[in-house]
């Protein structure tokens, strides 16, 4: 399984655009990324996920490199409400089932 | 659908005593996994399964042991408890390994 790095902690302002990146150096062909969303006491809970160039929907935007190596989670205009810890995780099925986290990035929005 | 569930929500152990954490999902999910997450920590894989009858070690399985004699549940043994499982338990299944996990409420334990 293709091992994560992430930034342990990231600040932001209200209504900034954040951008999160993940790297995968040894992702497998067949590998998909997903990004998770973790708040205090929650499970984590689906953001996006894609497997190259750009994927978008109503919360957030994926870019990915051509190589693959990384990826970066973008979040446009972000509120108080996005204050969470991000995941990366990358997996598919030539890469085994064992799926683990990385240590995610722990993202602040203040006022 | 109710997704993925766990009981009990929360509880007190001493040390030394063992439970059962219960997980059971409704979607069918090939795949489920448990997880423990320590206070200000990420998540760490204790066990996994592939299917009914078939179970594997995860990252941190040691004190712990999973059966998956169904589909739908997925249940985690702790024989001897201890201080350092103290934790956060997290179950997810997913229907193919590349897809989204779906993820529990949690079981907060407490070892004492």
């Known amino acids: 399984l293709a091992k994560t790095t992430q930034p342990i902690s990231m600040d932001s302002y209200e209504g900034q655009e954040v951008n999160i990146t993940c790297s995968h150096n040894?992702?497998?062909?067949?590998?998909?990324i997903t990004w998770y969303q973790q708040f205090p006491s929650q499970g984590p809970r689906f953001i996006i996920q894609?497997?190259?160039t750009k994927v978008t929907n109503e919360v957030a935007s994926l870019f990915i490199p051509a190589d693959r190596k990384s990826s970066t989670l973008s979040l446009p205009r972000v509120s108080l409400s996005d204050t969470a810890v991000y995941y990366c995780?990358?997996?598919?099925?030539?890469?085994?089932?064992?799926?683990?986290f990385g240590k995610g990035t722990s993202l602040l929005v203040t006022p | 659908n109710a997704g993925v569930t766990q009981t009990p929500k929360f509880r007190i152990l001493k040390i030394g005593q063992s439970m059962t954490l219960q997980c059971t999902q409704d979607?069918?999910?090939?795949?489920m996994y448990w997880y423990r997450q320590d206070p200000g920590m990420g998540l760490k894989l204790i066990y996994y399964?592939?299917?009914?009858?078939?179970?594997d070690k995860g990252e941190v399985p040691n004190g712990y042991n999973v059966s998956r004699s169904t589909t739908e549940d997925f249940p985690l043994r702790l024989e001897l408890a201890a201080p350092s499982q103290t934790s956060v338990y997290f179950c997810?299944?997913?229907?193919?390994?590349?897809?989204?996990?779906?993820f529990g409420p949690g079981t907060r334990l407490l070892v004492l």
């Open positions: 040894n992702i497998a062909t067949n590998d998909y």
């Open positions: 997810a299944s997913v229907r193919e390994v590349q897809e989204t996990q779906y």
């Open positions: 894609g497997y190259k």
């Open positions: 995780l990358v997996g598919g099925v030539n890469s085994g089932y064992a799926l683990n």
């Open positions: 399964s592939v299917g009914a009858g078939i179970t």
């Open positions: 979607m069918n999910h090939n795949y």
